[in-house]
């Protein structure tokens, strides 16, 4: 035993090789042509972390030697092994690794390899069979041959060509013919040559002379080298007619063995054409496929291939060809044609791959996913397991991680190993989606040598990790990895930490600091390793990571420099290594989704990294550095064009490829050279280059391929402050030759480049009437820049027009004085509608004196004149102006420029032709200016038809006028009437002492208000005592009422602590309101603030004021925007345009000033006081006298003995500052000791006053009154002036625009008004009070101050001015005597005024129901469904085929050829018209089909007999009902014979529900998932009956089929109506065929015609009633709690309830099933479009909406509850429910007993009795006497009639009969008991009262009464008083005089 000492603590090392057998014995099995990858997993731990060595060592066994120079043996965990470096032979490879610096402590693995001879190609010009031209000589040609293992042995392979002489009638098979007498030598069919001049020669020249009769002729090749030998024959067809000799190359994937998962690609090529002429030719390509020596015709490859059939290449797309099947290829020109066959071979299968566990945490637990036994066939065509457990082969395993989240699923490679078995190392991952309950599928795909895949998932979940990110990426796991230089676990560990970080950044739980240091981290670890990435699997793995990096933009916008340049060196380094080293090994679909992974961070990173206008100049130059390295980095797109084209043909599809950054669509595309020349390239169908002949640049003869990048997007060039002047997107076209980009410049013909800025697609015209005696008809346009080109857009509906135009720059040209002149002809004129109605003509100002002119004069005003030439007639016209500059980016000087660059003669004004001598990319500068207003003829266009914007501003004008009335009146009750809602009401009390620390308030009112005025909701209470500044809070929140709250109108409040006031709940609620009511302005005019001096009046003209600036601001900018320019601003969810943003602050420059103006001047003007107010202020003349002896010394002594008790020692009495206390005058020793003193205490006072107040509140200096008068002139002109434009505005747009405007402008309004201020108000109070934590009072103490002023008191008791705070308070002691009798009052009125309430909500709730319940059925729906069954069931004559008579599967072929297909495809119209003019539509050229219609199967799998033992040997297989445990899922080949995995037909290959997006259907007999066996029925009558023969032939139904589903989606444009049609044929095991027939009418688009808005608001009431009803239900809940489910109608309430809110979410599915349907139909419109899931979810929506409105229409029995009647009814049921259980048990036994009965007597042939369910339907009816007995009289006439009879008496006249005694019985007790009466049975009496008194003014009422009796009293009882006074006050005089007598 060895002992190892470390100088730290470890773990001992151990090493893997994975995927290779470690059996010297059994080697795994190479080829020396296929390059290997080896990967060792190491294992190490030792702490600290330690760096690992990798040594590799390659040596033979043998001894023997290979070329190991060109093996680069790094220390890393990947040896590469390149082709051709190994001999033949057995190796043996190891690898040892060790701790660094300890090489004694190591371990090793050891694999072994056999390499083995490659197997040869043999490749014959001409294919399989060819033809030659008779007479004509011909090259039998093996050259392009092909040995792989050359390099190794240096040693050509042999040729030798034999004929076959039996070749017309038996094909040859080296296998039995290789020793056949008649395989000769080739002189032997061409007797010409010489003896042995077939022998060891690659190319044999047959003569002429041996092809002189039309005839066939078979040749053999035979290639060998060394021990391998490979044959292969060619057919010769000699013809006599013949323009080509064709011949088929190989280009992928198409020798004698190829692969289903790959595409198959085949270049056409003609051996005596030139390069020129081989285009020329057409072309015709033909796929066979070979069963039992039979050919079968592909019908429709035309569907399976990129380059279509008729081009010289094909292409054809993977996973179409069936595997395990052979197939023959023919090109065909002509008379002439080649073939060539191959087999497909079969991918890897018996195997399987696992974890090693389930769930685990991220970045914690290690999953470990293995794949073992996995076999393939090799190069037999068929499986054995037992002889395919020999083949050693090597698999191609790839591990995969996907997450699948709610808006893509994406699978990324993470690891790649060869071998025959794989063990992907520990992977650490990232958190699981939180949406798929953190779901992350482990994905492997194992691949042959041939490249056919099979896929294996497994799912496992990966839960929230339980630390930081910071901690994961410093943790162990990531030192390690990189210690062990394991790349994989790098990524992965990386990729977990960004996905994670943007999951927090999502979710808000991040900080931008912490997420910086962690992206930095991450940065510099996956640059430091950069050269671990050694495969494309893991490139692709950094990309996806880097991606996911650049994706978190401000995080990103925060890196330093080096880390971002480190991210773009990181990109480009991985795509020069794929374009060079990775891309040979990548199949399309990995080439595709990592072009398209890389393009989007060339354009992210571009973004993140562009040039700011705004940089300071220390900063410029460093962004003027790092935009030169991104233009560099941006030339990445041409490696990914390289990427995407390797290995395709000419005439391939192009592939385009869209990224959401930057709105960027990249295509590329290859072609023949000549095609390029002289041809237009588009994308999408739009043209964007048109390139001219480029025979002087490229040479055809040596290129005969071009590749061809287009990318359209926005600016990434942004290098400097240049790149601002490029307004659209740009357009790059580059072409590639033999992977360089031609450098084409200086072109004799320019290239035209053809932009399509959005901008012009709405470009707004202005209509003009011009006369030939009128003036010049002028528009100015305002120039910026000389160098732009104005153009204006001339419109007329004639082309007899003749104008003249005249131009002028700085000022109006005039026939005489005009810088520049033309005219405008008929010639000049572009049809533009295609039928003459619409002519038009583009007057373009490219002149470049023109562009002088503007550069040297000082305006930058540029006129155009019109004038008609036409004396006969008005000429009316639409004109339209805009501006536009070309640009490209000049790639030596890094900027962009227009030099050389010229804008080209523009005919369409939707498209910028730029025309340039050079290829590069190019931009595009566009304005178009505001909209203008041509004042001469803005009143000739009036309509009739254009009155809505007039309309509405005189509706808004009508509208303010009324609303005004009620805000004045509103204004006056504020002033009039106190305590009104939402008031604040100040008062000021005298008291003659301090009172102290208050400690409660008892607060009350007297409850004599007037119905709800009595009623008074107190929100708090503030005291202030003005002699100390001490406040006191007394907060409330509760009714003082009687019917209210807790029905007391008396609280004693305790004063709020400081902890009280300073609650969140009462500082939000105290700021929001005050916020809403006084700052927001619009709900400002409902509830504005009693004491504030802007009133109601003011606040709505201002709304009035704002509305009509922001409709004016908003038509001067509208439909001038582009809305999709390249360059956008991203701020959180929000995404802008810097136009939109410009344009944005030019309204708010026009419409914000002005209104605060008027605000402003409303708020702060002085109100000027009334001259009666200023009558009533001056005192009167014995006023004044009272004042002046006030003032005396002896008047001052008296006025305070007056005003002070005796018992006090002074008072409190207002001053002209504040309250003074003074003492009697007696105390003072004199005059002059009183004035001191006071006028101490008052000097006192006033500093007090300044000190305590001057700190905090601002001096408040009003503005003149006059400015009031201003504010309203403001006002007036501001909505008239607006009003006036808008209506000019709307004439000058006409009809359709005018309305789209007025749409989009009250829909962004309404949304501003309800949504964005009222959450700007939350938002800013939140804040507010988060930050300062109080409430701003100072509009009270405001007010407060106001009423304590001098000016408001007056000295003399008996003036009116008087204040009401210096007079006695007597305190009237509450009477609380009728309170009881006036709550009963007030309860009965809340009552009466609740029912009225709720019974008036109720029924518009009703109404809005009823609309969207009968709305949800279309009028149309039964005459569609009756047409369509008419169509496809019920054909009009009984001579053609009815699918309700279908009996066998004969008669299914029969209906869909004679009905079916007729039905649904169009034959035109009987006027002849073309057919294609009809495409898409049925039979009546009405209905629409959306999608192609399908055919699917379902079927069963045999299984065995469950029959008895003696018929057994009889029946072997069974074939069962269709169920969960028998349907058949395998895919299978055609006529369901053979077990395949992938299929050339769908119609054998089994897709499940969720790829299918499959609804389950049911059936007449049973029910049949969403699954299935599925085929297109295509879009012409042809492909379908192809199809539905094909399917017939090969017979798709067999014993197996349970049921057939012909599925098709209908629309009727008409109507705005689709219909779902499935029409279903059930096979039972029973036999005979049941058919079944579904056709559903259902409106997708509710919201289309004249009632879409309507019905749009009605939804919204409805939603909002439902959210009321809601808060009721809950509030109500929550109050009675368990006993609220005691109560029927509370039942009732809640299933409503349950109704609404499921009918709302019913249709939100249908809305969100709707677009997802419309968006796959936009992407697919050839696919057939799954609609059931919207048909289900429309039904259930409809199903709701119908409970929903029953229970509706019986909840309004509850509103009417006080009816004793209604009462009556339900007390009924009540009162029966015991007698009623008892009964329905009997009924139910009873009726059971009779079903039973029927069902077991007549079920075997009464339909109506078949089943238990169909048999009480039966009874049913029968119980309302609906009765068909005659199947059951001929099954038995005695039972049946006898079965009748019984039931009859016994259910109907004896049950039935029973069941309406006990009602009756019950009935009667109610109407006796009285506790069955309404719990207010005088409610009914008391409503009629009020009805009285409403109409006839006669009022009764209990109160009223009470009141009067009262008063009475207190009449008699002050009369009383008064003559006992009067006897007192006698008897008083009578003792004074005696007593002076």
């Known amino acids: 035993m060895s002992v190892v000492i470390l100088e730290f603590p470890c773990t001992f090392p151990k090493v893997t090789i994975l995927g290779f057998s470690s059996n010297s014995s059994k080697p795994s099995n190479t080829y020396p042509s296929v390059a290997l990858r080896l990967r060792a997993l190491a294992d190490t731990y030792c702490m600290p972390i330690q760096h690992v060595v990798f040594l590799w060592n390659i040596s033979r066994p043998d001894g023997g030697s290979f070329n190991e120079s060109a093996i680069n043996m790094a220390s890393l965990p990947y040896l590469y092994i390149p082709p051709a470096s190994l001999r033949y032979g057995l190796y043996a490879i190891n690898v040892t690794i060790y701790i660094d610096g300890f090489s004694f402590f190591n371990d090793t693995s050891v694999v072994y390899l056999y390499e083995e001879p490659t197997p040869l190609v043999l490749e014959l010009e001409g294919g399989d069979q060819r033809t030659v031209l008779l007479g004509n000589s011909f090259n039998l040609d093996a050259r392009k041959s092909l040995d792989l293992d050359y390099p190794i042995h240096k040693t050509w392979y042999d040729i030798t060509w034999y004929c076959w002489m039996i070749g017309d009638t038996t094909k040859f098979d080296p296998n039995r013919h290789e020793n056949s007498a008649d395989l000769k030598s080739l002189e032997y069919c061409f007797s010409s040559l010489a003896i042995g001049a077939g022998e060891n020669t690659t190319t044999v020249t047959i003569p002429g002379t041996d092809l002189q009769s039309a005839s066939m002729k078979s040749v053999v090749a035979k290639m060998t080298q060394g021990g391998l030998v490979q044959w292969k024959a060619q057919d010769i067809i000699v013809i006599q007619n013949s323009a080509a000799m064709l011949s088929i190359k190989c280009i992928e994937n198409c020798y004698s063995v190829v692969s289903a998962s790959l595409p198959v690609r085949l270049k056409g090529e003609c051996l005596t054409c030139t390069l020129y002429n081989r285009l020329d030719l057409t072309y015709t390509w033909r796929l066979y496929k070979i069963d039992d020596g039979k050919a079968y015709l592909i019908d429709y490859l035309d569907a399976w291939t990129y380059t279509g059939t008729s081009s010289a290449n094909l292409a054809i797309k993977p996973g179409l060809l069936e595997v395990g099947e052979s197939y023959e290829i023919q090109l065909l020109s002509g008379n002439d044609y080649t073939k060539r066959s191959f087999w497909v071979t079969w991918p890897p299968y018996n195997g399987k791959c696992s974890t090693n566990i389930n769930i685990g945490t991220a970045f914690r637990s290690k999953f470990i996913v293995s794949c073992m036994d996995w076999l393939d066939e090799g190069v037999q065509k068929t499986r054995d397991v037992s002889v395919d457990k020999t083949y050693r082969r090597n698999f191609d395993f790839t591990f995969y991680v996907a997450s699948n989240t709610s808006s893509e699923y994406k699978r990324t490679p993470f690891f790649r ?94 900080n931008l600091s912490h997420d910086v240091k962690v992206m930095t981290a991450t940065i510099d670890r996956l640059s430091a390793n950069e050269n671990l990435i050694q495969d494309e699997v893991l490139a692709a793995s950094t990309v996806d990571t880097l991606n996911s990096m650049l994706s978190l933009e401000t995080t990103v916008t925060s890196l330093s420099r080096e880390s971002k340049m480190k991210i773009g060196s990181s990109y480009q380094n991985i795509a020069s290594s794929l374009e060079t080293n990775f891309k040979l090994s990548m199949s399309s679909d990995e080439k595709q989704a990592l072009a398209q992974d890389l393009l989007s961070g060339v354009v992210t990173f571009a973004q993140n990294t562009k040039y700011s206008t705004d940089c300071s100049s220390s900063d410029c130059d460093e962004q003027f550095k790092q935009g030169q390295y991104v233009v560099e980095f941006i030339s990445i797109t041409h490696n990914i064009s390289a990427i995407l084209l390797e290995g395709t043909v000419p005439g391939e599809e192009e592939i385009i490829i869209s990224i959401p950054q930057g709105n960027t669509v990249m295509a590329v595309r290859r072609l023949e050279t000549l095609e390029v020349f002289n041809s237009t390239l588009s994308l999408h169908g739009h043209p ?285 009750r504020d002033v009039s009437k106190p305590l009104t809602r939402g008031s604040v009401n100040n008062y000021l009390l005298s008291v003659p002492f301090n009172l102290g620390n208050l400690t409660f308030l008892r607060i009350w009112h007297d409850n004599t208000g007037k119905g709800k005025d009595a009623d008074w909701y107190l929100n708090m209470v503030l005291i202030k005592d003005l002699q100390n500044n001490q406040k006191y809070v007394f907060l409330c929140n509760q009714w003082l009422a009687v019917d209210k709250g807790d029905q007391q109108v008396e609280w004693l409040l305790p004063v709020a602590t400081q902890s009280e006031l300073s609650n969140f709940d009462h500082l939000f609620y105290t700021r929001t309101r005050q916020d809403l009511t006084d700052g927001h302005l619009w709900i400002s005019v409902l509830s504005r603030p009693t004491q504030s001096v802007f009133t109601r009046v003011q606040r709505l003209s201002c709304c009035l004021s704002l509305l009509f600036l922001t409709m004016v601001t908003n038509a001067m900018w509208y439909g001038t925007m582009d809305t999709t320019q390249q360059q956008n601003v991203h701020l959180g969810p929000f995404t802008f345009s810097g136009q939109e943003l410009i344009t944005s602050i030019a309204g708010s420059l026009i419409v914000v000033p002005v209104s605060i103006i008027i605000i402003t001047l409303f708020k702060k003007s002085e109100r000027r006081r009334s001259k009666h107010a200023d009558k009533m202020s001056e005192p009167k003349e014995e006023e004044s006298n009272h004042i002046n002896r006030m003032m005396s010394k002896r008047g001052l002594d008296q006025y305070c003995s007056d005003e002070c008790s005796d018992e006090r020692e002074g008072c409190v009495t207002p001053s002209v500052i504040d309250t003074a206390l003074i003492q009697p005058f007696n105390t003072y020793n004199s005059w002059a000791d009183f004035e001191n003193r006071t006028s101490r205490l008052i000097n006192s006072r006033k500093n007090q006053q300044k000190l305590s107040e001057g700190g905090k509140k601002k001096k408040r200096n009003p503005l003149p009154f006059w400015c009031l008068y201003l504010s309203w002139i403001l006002v007036v002109l501001s909505v008239l002036a607006s009003g006036f434009f808008v209506i000019l505005y709307s004439i000058e747009w006409g009809t359709e625009k005018s309305s789209r405007w007025l749409t989009a402008f009250f829909l962004s309004f309404v949304e501003s008004v309800i949504l964005i ?188 007999c469950t029959i008895p033992r003696e018929f057994k040997e009889f029946f072997k297989q069974c074939y069962p009902d269709y169920g969960l445990d028998t349907y058949d899922s395998k895919s299978y080949g055609e006529g369901w014979n053979t077990l395949s995995h992938s299929n050339t037909s769908q119609a054998w290959q089994y897709q499940d529900s969720l790829q299918l ?303 309406l005694s006990m009602i009756n019985d019950a009935f009667t007790e109610v109407r006796k008991d009285p ?43 002050l009369e009383e008083k008064i003559d006992d006074l009067d006897l007192r006050l006698r008897t008083f005089l009578q003792v004074l005089h005696r007593d002076r007598i």
Not at 958 to 964: G, N
Not at 1430 to 1456: D, G, V
Request: hydrophobic fraction near 45%; aromatic fraction near 12%; proline fraction near 4%.
């Open 688 to 972: 964007l280059a048109e390139v001219p002949d480029l025979s002087d640049v490229v040479n055809c003869e040596e290129h005969g391929h071009m590749d061809v990048e287009i990318m359209v997007g926005d600016n990434l060039y942004t290098t400097d402050a240049s790149w601002t002047q490029v307004k659209t997107q740009t357009n790059a076209v580059a072409l590639i030759v033999d992977g360089e980009v031609l450098q084409v410049a200086d072109l004799v013909t320019p290239i035209r480049i053809l932009s399509h800025p959005p901008i012009l697609q709405g470009l707004n015209f202005t209509s003009v009437n011009l006369s030939s005696d009128s003036s010049l008809f002028y528009i100015q346009l305002s120039v910026n820049e000389s160098y732009v080109t104005p153009l204006f857009v001339l419109q007329t509906p004639n082309q007899n027009v003749s104008l003249r135009y005249y131009l002028k720059v700085g000022i109006p040209p005039t026939s005489e004085d005009y810088d520049f002149s033309g005219p405008v002809t008929p010639l000049d004129l572009q049809d533009i509608s295609g039928n003459g109605t619409r002519w038009q003509v583009i007057i373009q100002l490219s002149d470049p004196a023109i562009a002088m002119s503007l550069d040297t004069s000082s305006s930058n005003l540029l006129y155009l004149g019109l004038c008609s030439e036409n004396e006969e007639r008005t000429t009316a016209l639409d004109i339209a102006l805009y501006v536009l500059d070309c640009l490209f980016w000049e790639d030596t000087m890094k900027k962009w420029s227009r030099r050389g660059l010229l804008l080209g003669n523009v005919t369409n004004y939707a498209e910028a032709p730029c025309e340039s001598t050079h290829l590069t990319t190019f931009g595009t500068n566009v304005f178009v200016p505001p909209n203008t207003i041509d004042f001469n003829t803005v009143w000739s266009k009036f309509s009739a038809d254009n009155v809505a914007v007039i309309s509405t501003v005189g509706g808004l004008l009508v509208v303010y006028f009324l609303v005004l009335l009620w805000v004045r009146r509103a204004d006056k």
């Open 1317 to 1504: 201020q009222p959450l700007k108000v939350v938002s800013v109070a939140l804040i507010l009070i988060l930050v300062f934590k109080r409430v701003d009072d100072e509009d009270e103490e405001a007010y407060v101050n106001k009423i304590v002023s001098p000016e408001m008191m007056a000295t003399n008791r008996l003036s009116p001015s008087y204040p009401a705070h210096r007079r006695p308070y007597q305190q009237n002691t509450s009477d609380y005597s009728q309170l009881e009798s006036a709550r009963k009052h007030r309860k009965r009125m809340n009552r009466l005024f609740n029912i009225g309430r709720e019974l008036g909500a109720y029924i518009v709730y009703l109404v809005v129901v009823c609309i969207l319940t009968y709305e949800n059925r279309s009028k149309n729906a039964y005459p569609t469904y009756s047409h369509l069954e008419n169509t496809f069931l019920k054909p009009p004559t009984k001579y053609r085929a009815s699918f309700i008579n279908i009996s066998s599967a004969e008669y299914f072929w029969n209906w869909a050829h004679d009905i079916l297909i007729p039905g649904l495809y169009s034959d035109g119209m009987y006027s002849g018209n073309d057919t294609a003019d009809f495409q898409g539509y049925l039979s009546d050229n009405i209905h629409y089909r959306v999608g192609t219609p399908r055919l699917r199967q379902a079927r069963v799998t045999p299984a065995d």
């Open 1875 to 1917: 506790s069955f009466l309404p719990d207010d049975p005088a409610m009914a009496t008391f409503l009629l009262d009020q009805i009285k008194a409403f109409v006839l003014g006669y009022y009764k009422d209990s109160t009223d009464k009470g009141k009067k009796e009262k008063t009475k009293e207190s009449k008699k009882d």
């Open 417 to 510: 190993v060869l071998g025959s078995w794989a063990t992907a190392p520990e992977m650490i991952l990232g958190e699981g989606d939180p949406n798929n309950d953190y779901k992350v599928d482990l994905v492997v795909t194992i691949k042959d040598f041939y490249g056919s895949v099979i896929t294996v998932t497994n799912t496992v979940q990966v839960m929230p990790p339980d630390y930081t990110l910071l901690e994961v990426t410093n943790c162990t796991e990531m030192l390690l990895y990189e210690a062990e230089k394991d790349m994989m676990g790098i990524i992965m560990l990386s990729n977990g930490l960004i996905h994670k970080l943007t999951q927090d950044i999502n979710n808000n739980d991040n």
């Open 1557 to 1859: 997006n499959g609804y389950p259907v049911v059936g007449t007999y049973d029910s049949y998932g969403g699954g299935g066996y599925v085929t297109t029925l295509g879009n012409t009558n042809q492909t379908a009956v192809a199809t539905f023969d094909y399917l017939h032939d090969a017979g798709w139904i067999d014993r197996n089929t349970r049921a057939v589903m012909v599925e098709a989606n209908i629309y009727n444009p008409n109507v705005n109506l689709f219909s779902v049609i499935c029409l279903v044929l059930e096979f039972p095991a029973s036999g005979s065929i049941i058919p079944f027939s579904q056709i559903s009418p259902v409106v997708l688009y509710r919201y289309v015609g004249a009632s879409a808005l309507f019905l749009l608001i009605m939804d919204f009431i409805f939603v909002a009633f439902t959210l009321y009803y809601l808060y009721i239900l809950i509030k109500k809940i929550k109050q009675e709690k368990c006993a609220f489910l005691k109560q029927f109608w509370n039942i009732i309430d809640l299933i409503n309830m349950a109704f609404s809110i499921t009918a709302c979410v019913f249709y939100g599915m249908h809305f969100i099933m709707v677009e997802l349907a419309t968006s796959d139909f936009h992407r697919n419109k050839d696919a057939y479009l799954n609609l059931q899931y919207i048909v289900l979810w429309e039904a259930l929506y409809g199903y709701m909406l119908a409970f929903l409105l029953f229970l509706s229409m019986l909840k309004l029995l509850l509103i009417l509850r006080f009816n004793p009647k209604i009462t009556q009814l339900s007390g009924t049921l009540k009162k029966a429910k015991g007698p009623i259980s008892s009964f329905m048990v009997v009924f139910v036994l009873t009726f059971l007993a009779f079903a039973q009965f029927g069902y077991l007597v007549f079920g075997r042939v009464d339909r109506g009795y078949y089943t238990f369910i169909a048999t009480l339907e039966t009874l049913m009816s029968m119980l309302m006497m609906k009765m068909e007995i005659d199947n059951m009289i001929l099954v038995n006439g005695l039972l049946g009639s006898l079965f009748v009879f019984l039931f009859v008496m016994v259910i109907v006249f004896i049950l039935i009969n029973m069941l």
